[in-house]
C-alpha cells in the first residue's frame, strides 16, 4: 500500500518566484494538450506523448521529463472524465482547462535529501528545506 505525506516547504520569495514561473509553463502545456486530445481522441499516455512530445518541447520552455509529467497530468485528467461518464464515443469529448495546474514531480524531478528536497524548475533545480510535523 503506498502511503502519501503532506510536508510543507520552506520556501524563500525567489523559491516561490521560480516555482510559479514553473507551474504557469506547466498549465500552458497542458492546455496545449487538450484540442489535441479532443481532435483525435487521444488520451492513451503512450499515444498522446507520440503525437505530442516533439511539439511540446519546442512551445515551451519546460524540459524534457517536465513535458513527460504534463503528458501524464492531462492523460489522467481525461481518464478520470471518462470513469465518471463524461466522455462517450457517440459524444464529443469535454474541454478541460488548467488554470492552476498543480505540477507533478516525479521520481525524476525531485530528490530528498535529508531535510531538504530539490526541485526542477524552469532556472535549474533549487534546494528548499522541509518543514518536518511531528507526524512526518
Known amino acids: 500500500m503506498m502511503r502519501t505525506a503532506s510536508i510543507w516547504l520552506d520556501t524563500t520569495t525567489e523559491h516561490a518566484g ?5 507551474q504557469v509553463a506547466y498549465a500552458d502545456a497542458c492546455n496545449r494538450l487538450v484540442p489535441i486530445v479532443r481532435e483525435h481522441r487521444l488520451y492513451n499516455r503512450v499515444g498522446l506523448h507520440q503525437h ?29 472524465q471518462k470513469e465518471l461518464g463524461c466522455i462517450r464515443k457517440d ?23 535529508g531535510k531538504t528536497v530539490s526541485l526542477y524548475t524552469l532556472d535549474g533545480r533549487i534546494t528548499v528545506p522541509l518543514r518536518l510535523g511531528e507526524h512526518q
Do not use: W
Open 18 to 22: 521560480r516555482l510559479a514561473a514553473l
Open 91 to 113: 459524444a464529443p469529448i469535454p474541454d478541460i482547462r488548467f488554470n492552476r495546474a498543480s505540477v507533478h514531480f516525479d521520481k525524476r524531478t525531485y530528490t530528498l535529501k
Open 52 to 80: 505530442t512530445y516533439t511539439m511540446l518541447r519546442e512551445a515551451t520552455p519546460l524540459g524534457s521529463q517536465m513535458c513527460c509529467n504534463a503528458i501524464f497530468s492531462v492523460c489522467k485528467a481525461y481518464k478520470a
